[in-house]
């Protein structure tokens, strides 16, 4: 059997305006969490094109009354989107 592959992202950085420091740590968790989730249920991919690679999220739009969970997740489903693409 063969082992799982194993995936390391790094951010280099996240730029969040309007969002105070705690709100910006749980957008962050968001992010990991559903960055898990789907990396683990999807299919395989190969980003290419520079070392390291670069991935280029999809752009999202955030209702007013978004909340940092929710952003988070929204922000992972971009990113994810652009592993995806």
Do not use: F, K
């Not at 989730?37 to 752009?59: E, F, I, K, M, N």
């Not at 999202?60 to 988070?72: Q, R």
């Amino acid at each position: 059997m063969r082992s799982p592959a194993t995936m390391r992202m790094h951010v280099e950085q996240l730029v969040l305006t309007g969002w105070d420091a705690r709100a910006g740590e749980r957008i962050g968790q968001a992010l990991r969490g559903e960055l898990e989730r789907l990396v683990a249920g999807g299919a395989g991919w190969t980003v290419a094109g520079s070392d390291p690679p670069v991935v280029h999220g999809a752009a999202i739009e955030l209702s007013p009354d978004a909340t940092a969970e929710a952003t988070g997740r929204e922000i992972a489903r971009a990113v994810y989107e652009g592993l995806s693409s």
